[in-house]
């Protein structure tokens, strides 16, 4: 079955702070993986996508990293600011899928403390 | 560049009542649109999908109804709302791009609840 899981569900660090947020999947055939924010009462946005072949990538403070023999992603947050408060969701596109090739995770909720 | 718009942003609605939320795209043709629902602490659960004027999907069982009578214009419907339905509903859209449709472009989404 394919799935998307995510850890922690939610996480609670002070501003200025790293985190690094997990995502685990049993996709297959496996296209590309995108990591998402989703501000509170938004849709989500993508932040980074990456192919197979790729093993990270960087938007600013956020670096997404995979590695596709172990079918695990991180998304690590580099000194964390107060907008960075949000869900963060994993999503995996399956490859030759048609019109459905997304898989969801359920996001970790991320809050950002002063 | 493409844009995509939902209203309301936020609705309270009786149960039994009816429903009608209407998700348009700008900026792009023959789009893919989505329906999802997102409840409190759970994932995007994928509602509906088009493909094109007056074709639809269903993913899943269940007392909504989708209809798309444009080829920019999504609409989410119910005749009689239940608690259940209550959540964030989210439109997407999405194009042919290297022979799949790979990244869905989300909308604000609506806020529903039901009383």
């Known amino acids: 079955k394919n799935q998307v899981e995510q850890s922690p569900q939610s996480l609670i660090i002070l501003e200025g702070k790293n985190c690094t947020l997990q995502c685990n999947y049993t996709v297959s055939p496996f296209s590309n993986l995108r990591w998402y924010k989703q501000d509170t009462g938004r849709g989500p946005v993508s932040l980074t996508i990456?192919?197979?072949?790729?093993n990270t990538k960087s938007n600013g403070r956020y670096t997404a990293t995979l590695d596709a023999d172990t079918k695990q992603s991180s998304l690590h947050i580099t000194a964390s600011q107060l907008s960075d408060s949000a869900s963060y969701i994993c999503?995996?596109?399956?490859?030759?899928?048609?019109?459905?090739?997304?898989?969801f995770g359920k996001g970790t909720r991320l809050s950002v403390i002063a | 560049s493409q844009t995509i718009h939902q209203w309301p942003a936020t609705l309270v609605q009786p149960v039994g009542s009816p429903l009608s939320l209407e998700c348009t795209v700008e900026g792009t043709s023959n789009p893919n649109l989505y329906w999802y629902r997102q409840a409190a602490g759970r994932g995007l659960q994928l509602l509906f999908y088009s493909v094109g004027i007056g074709q639809i999907s269903s993913e899943v069982p269940q007392n909504l109804s989708a209809s798309r009578p444009q080829d920019r214009q999504f609409i989410l419907s119910s005749k009689k709302l239940l608690l259940s339905d209550s959540g964030f509903y989210l439109c997407a859209w999405s194009v042919l791009y290297g022979g799949s449709y790979n990244e869905q472009f989300f909308g604000p989404g609506t806020r529903l609840t039901v009383l």
């Open positions: 999503v995996v596109t399956l490859r030759n899928s048609g019109n459905t090739p997304l898989v």
């Open positions: 990456m192919t197979f072949s790729e």
